[in-house]
């Protein structure tokens, strides 16, 4: 089945600065990638997403890239407001014909003022 | 526009008790709909998915059971709570399919004491 695994685990980085995570799964047939942003005692929310006929998608602040022969993703986030501090997983579709994803463990990331 | 509601925000039960969480879905019909599980600072964990009425697939062997008894109403139930049920539980549907566009819930922080 898929596996998905992220890095870093923890992320911390000055306000301003830019962040990146890093995303690996094992199913070369998954088509579909999400990243879902939670904060603190909420739910998880689709932030962006990525098929794979796509190399790379942009939305304001975040960009999603897809490395499809070394099956990697990646998050960036540029000019990092306190806002972003949140916990980020990422996810990628499962090829099994059922309707659902493979989530990483997710990131921590911090912001810091 | 779609939503999604789930109740209650918060539960705090004995072990040994019956749980039921109820999850429905507005202004789509025919949802995916999913129940995940998230213990304290870890990742997402998908307990059950349902594509349609009465039918029922489980990630994963539990305490816990779901059902589905009408399009855009999910339902996940234990007769009897353990200690490890302890949790946060997310109810979650998509329209697409592999799980696509995934729109979570607010939530039930479960405490099983």
């Known amino acids: 089945g898929e596996n998905v695994e992220q890095h870093p685990s923890t992320l911390s980085v000055q306000e301003g600065d830019s962040a990146v995570i890093k995303c690996t799964y094992s199913d070369s047939a998954s088509n579909y990638f999400p990243w879902y942003k939670q904060e603190l005692g909420k739910r998880p929310q689709l932030i962006i997403d990525i098929r794979s006929n796509v190399g790379e998608k942009k939305d304001q602040r975040i960009a999603v890239t897809l490395n499809k022969t070394a099956k990697h993703f990646s998050l960036h986030i540029t000019e990092t407001q306190p806002e972003d501090s949140a916990v980020y997983f990422c996810a990628a579709s499962i090829t099994d014909g059922n309707n659902r994803l493979a989530f990483g463990k997710g990131n921590q990331v911090v912001v810091i003022p | 526009s779609q939503t999604i509601h789930q109740w209650p925000a918060t539960l705090v039960q004995p072990v040994g008790s019956p749980l039921s969480l109820e999850c429905t879905v507005e202004g789509t019909s025919n949802p995916n709909l999913y129940w995940y599980r998230q213990a304290a600072g870890r990742g997402l964990q998908l307990l059950f998915y349902?594509?349609?009425?009465?039918?029922i697939s489980s990630e994963v062997p539990q305490n816990l059971s779901a059902s589905r008894p009408q399009d855009r109403q999910f339902i996940l139930s234990s007769k009897k709570l353990l200690l490890s049920d302890s949790g946060f539980y997310l109810c979650?549907?998509?329209?697409?399919?592999?799980?696509?566009?995934?729109?979570f819930g607010s939530g039930t922080q479960l405490s099983v004491l």
């Open positions: 349902s594509v349609g009425i009465g039918q």
């Open positions: 979650a549907w998509s329209v697409g399919g592999f799980g696509e566009k995934l729109f």
